[in-house]
């Protein structure tokens, strides 16, 4: 029934196990031609009426990498204020960003009034354009960790303030900040399940109506 | 670098170039062990806090098939409204739904308030969390037209009106009304496209700051 072999999606999901949330970089660079072909699968994501309204900022000077970590960091710590007892120890004891060491900061935006796809399938639903940009960073995800590369997620962040920090205009909406580099290590499972903050479902509840 | 052939890899760009938002599907059933086999690839997908937020509810019964689509209809008559001349007409004859014909429909919801994962990660982008289910449709996705299955994401509809009609937990969200099944024809290029309605971009533009 599929074009596709059997080997191959044993590997498709040999690689889903192996796409993990990575926050320990290797600061070597990423080669540019590499990174290219990762940025290039967002053109082959789906987006609601063909809208494409991903928009990517390489975050790249000493100035805009110190404000988006200052902004995380001023995150992270009112985050563990909201913590008691063990879990704020725990916490306060992860590695939530690699952003001191990744080479490659994106911040991922979407372009709330794009005239492209003319709001088709956006109406009723608006944030379906901001599903789409987040849909189309999980193929890049994949791309790049096909490659070898790691990629984190940062949402530890005030995004207005970071759009403020990066001149950004009004109507873009920050989805995602990203790191991406050569992981130090490689593991199916997640950070936070090692470190003992929370544990993965061992299935996919379905309801019926 | 990777662990993954460059033959994988040339295949995952060509499976991700095969994944087409599908309208229109053959009516025949889709065996429930395939189904649960793509369903299961929400649990490898990436999630804020591993908070895996994601909440499925197969509609199945005639009531509920039909509660849905009624709900679509409505929803896609306004937009329609909101077109003129040209664009109205074009609009008017484009099929947007596979939901008539699809064997599978799947509304995908987001769980706006589970302890899953004690927030981390979403104190200051609670949205993190829908962009987690997003993310985890992509894998879906990905993995069901792996298999030659086609799925169809739905987002002209009242969220609100479907949750009622559907008798859903007050937090969940809408995210995703899935329509699955399989295709009647292959493509490597979307509907909209073909029908005149909206052009890919060539490339993916990248800013720096």
Redesign the interface.
Known sequence: ????SND??A???R???????VRRFRTDPVDETLLREC????????S?????P????????EA?RAAALANFEA?NA??LD??EGE?SCL?SS?K?SGMREAPVH??VFCDETTP??????????P??R???V??????V???AR???LGLG?V?????ERLAQD??IPQDWR???YLCLG?PET?SDT?E??LAG?????????????
Chains 1, 2 share one sequence.
């Open positions: 029934m599929s074009e596709f191959f999606q590997d498709l999901l690689l889903m196990r192996r796409r993990r949330d940025l290039a699968t967002f053109s082959l994501a789906p609601v009426g063909l809208s494409e991903w928009r990517i900022v390489r975050v790249q000077s805009a995150a009112a985050a909201g913590y879990k916490y992860l939530l994106l911040a492209k796809g003319a709001g088709l399938g956006a109406q009723t639903m944030e379906a901001r599903y789409s987040a849909g189309a960073i999980a193929h995800w994949l791309a096909a490659r070898g997620w949402s530890i962040l005030d995004p990066l001149d920050l989805v995602a050569w490689e997640p936070l399940e903050w929370e544990r993965r479902l061992q299935d996919v509840p379905v309801e019926t109506r």
